[in-house]
């Protein structure tokens, strides 16, 4: 015969403030990752986009 499932114990407030704040917390982590990685993307295009000081990059023979 299978089991009738069981409704949980009612949440306390502390549980509830402690899930809400780590909710928080996460949520400016990853707001923080994303605009770090915006910038970090935009740092890179512009280092690509300008012209590279110093002569041309040529195929260098091996040393070995």
């Known amino acids: ?7 949980s114990p009612p ?9 809400a704040r780590r909710r928080r917390l996460q949520l ?9 990685k915006e910038e970090r993307a935009e740092r890179h295009a512009g280092i690509r986009r300008s012209p590279r000081a110093g002569g041309p990059r040529t195929r260098r023979a091996s040393r070995r």
């Open 28 to 36: 400016a982590l990853r707001l923080a990752v994303r605009k770090e």
């Open 1 to 7: 015969m299978p089991k009738t499932p069981k409704s």
């Open 11 to 19: 949440k306390s407030a502390a549980a509830r403030a402690n899930r």
